[in-house]
């Protein structure tokens, strides 16, 4: 994330827990996701899977490498964000793992930070989550071919991902669906807030404004053509999707 609107956004602390406590906490069907993108490492790694490394790039508050940690017992990650208070935010969550991690501070719109996590690499998984989508189109393709590189052979990418509607439509059902979600989140909070206050927000909200979205088929697309295989996306409700791919294993005779 390197534009000044990202800058603006996400190197703000009281934004920064205003997504993690709100938005983020109330993203439709999250937990389905996340155990989507478990089983696809899970089966995409059947050799190594418990000594698996994993590389989590723009990680947030580290909800990814959590469920990934939890998953595999041997495993070992690499959490990567430019955001301080989101690494902040991760070095918390996941402090009793500490042990198994390293944070690297990291602006993944720059080219630069493929240096900096060179020297764990190859990975066997790498994994995002709503992160992606703040980059141009072009950087996102970049993106995609940078990470296929930083994987060992037979290595999986999955992407937990905000993508584009291809309809106003489509959009629309989207955002109603997230508002529903959000008005639960804050009964449940008890905050006494109305479903109109709450739109409001969803709306208005400064992070949306970092946006870049691109539909889930034209990214499926850019991996085939990066030389990923099994690419396709494997869970889709409106805008939220999982998808990726695996590096293909070369054999020699």
Request: glycine letters at 8%; charged letters at 25%; proline letters at 3%.
């Amino acid at each position: 994330m390197s534009s000044e609107v990202d800058d603006k956004v996400w190197l703000s602390s009281g934004i920064v827990s205003q997504y993690l406590t709100g938005v983020s906490a109330a993203i439709p069907f999250k937990p389905e996701q996340i155990d989507v993108m478990a089983r696809m490492v899970a089966a995409g790694l059947t050799e190594r899977a418990e000594n698996q490394r994993f590389l989590d790039i723009g990680c947030g508050d580290g909800v990814l490498g959590a469920a990934l940690l939890e998953r595999f017992s041997g495993s070992s990650g690499v959490l990567l964000d430019f955001s301080e208070p989101m690494l902040l935010a991760a070095r918390e969550k996941l402090h009793a793992q500490a042990s198994r991690l390293t944070f690297i501070q990291s602006d993944y719109g720059d080219a630069a930070w493929v240096t900096q996590v060179s020297e764990y690499a190859p990975f066997d998984a790498i994994v995002s989550g709503f992160s992606i989508h703040h980059q141009p189109d072009e950087r996102k393709r970049r993106v995609y071919s940078e990470i296929y590189d930083l994987l060992a052979p037979g290595g999986i990418f999955v992407n937990l991902e905000h993508v584009a509607s291809r309809t106003p439509w489509g959009q629309t059902l989207f955002d109603e669906c997230f508002i529903d979600s959000l008005v639960k989140y804050h009964h449940r909070s008890e905050t006494g807030r109305t479903r109109e206050q709450i739109a409001s927000e969803f709306y208005e909200r400064d992070d949306k404004k970092a946006n870049i979205l691109a539909s889930v088929d034209d990214q499926c697309a850019w991996l085939r053509t990066i030389g990923f295989t099994d690419v396709d996306c494997y869970f889709k409700v409106f805008e939220l999707a999982v998808f990726g791919g695996r590096k293909a294993i070369v054999k020699t005779i």
